[in-house]
């Protein structure tokens, strides 16, 4: 339990903690945003418009985040919140994410909101990709989070043999398979 969850006023001058061995070395967390490697996930997300991936050296677990990985890579995913459920069904909330993050499988204990500094409880709350589709996963993201709303998560990678980082889990299984066409031409 945190100073920040057991009294959420506080968040709007101190940052929630994070786990840093799950983040990025060289991620810092701000009042209302999140920097990895000295890129601003706000501005991310501003610049490229929402998915936005950034991908930079994991830590080494058990470093606290202050030794960054030789062989690993994280990624941080930003998501935009396009419908909030305003039922508190059961005691938890639904919010309708802008992608699918089945495939990657993000840390849901490390999601955070970024964009503003929310002085709401954090209560369990449901993601998903669509209403009528499963649910992705549960978070306990702050009470008051509305449609527009930003949400950071960390995700491990890999890198393949081409040098390109991509996500640990689900990537091999989802990759894109050539066209017959694209066989026939050489492609």
């Given at each position: 339990m945190t100073?920040?969850?057991?009294?959420p006023?506080l968040?709007?001058?101190?940052?929630?903690?994070?786990?840093?061995?799950r983040?990025?070395?060289?991620?810092?967390?701000?009042?209302?945003?999140?920097?990895?490697?000295?890129?601003?996930?706000?501005?991310?997300?501003d610049?490229?418009?929402?998915?936005?991936?950034?991908?930079?050296?994991?830590?080494v677990p058990?470093s606290?985040?202050?030794?960054?990985s030789?062989?690993?890579q994280?990624?941080?995913?930003v998501?935009?919140?396009v419908?909030?459920s305003?039922?508190?069904?059961?005691?938890v909330?639904?919010?309708?994410?802008?992608?699918?993050?089945?495939?990657?499988?993000?840390?849901?204990?490390?999601?955070?909101?970024?964009?503003?500094?929310?002085?709401?409880?954090?209560?369990?709350?449901?993601?998903?990709?669509?209403p009528?589709?499963?649910t992705?996963?549960t978070?306990?993201?702050?009470?008051?989070?509305?449609?527009?709303d930003?949400?950071?998560?960390p995700?491990?990678?890999?890198?393949?043999?081409?040098?390109?980082a991509?996500?640990?889990?689900?990537?091999?299984a989802?990759?894109?398979?050539?066209?017959?066409?694209?066989?026939v031409?050489g492609r």
């Amino acid at each position: 339990m945190t100073l920040t969850r057991i009294l959420p006023t506080l968040r709007r001058s101190i940052p929630d903690p994070i786990a840093l061995d799950r983040w990025p070395r060289a991620t810092r967390a701000t009042v209302g945003d999140l920097e990895v490697g000295g890129v601003s996930l706000l501005r991310l997300a501003d610049l490229c418009g929402t998915p936005a991936v950034h991908i930079a050296p994991a830590s080494v677990p058990g470093s606290n985040g202050t030794v960054a990985s030789p062989t690993m890579q994280a990624g941080v995913v930003v998501v935009r919140v396009v419908e909030a459920s305003e039922h508190f069904a059961g005691g938890v909330r639904m919010l309708t994410l802008d992608t699918d993050l089945g495939a990657l499988d993000p840390v849901w204990s490390e999601a955070r909101l970024i964009g503003r500094a929310s002085v709401a409880r954090a209560i369990r709350t449901h993601l998903g990709p669509a209403p009528g589709l499963p649910t992705t996963a549960t978070a306990d993201l702050p009470a008051d989070i509305a449609s527009g709303d930003l949400i950071a998560l960390p995700y491990a990678a890999l890198t393949d043999d081409a040098g390109v980082a991509r996500p640990l889990s689900g990537w091999l299984a989802n990759a894109a398979t050539p066209s017959p066409v694209d066989d026939v031409a050489g492609r």
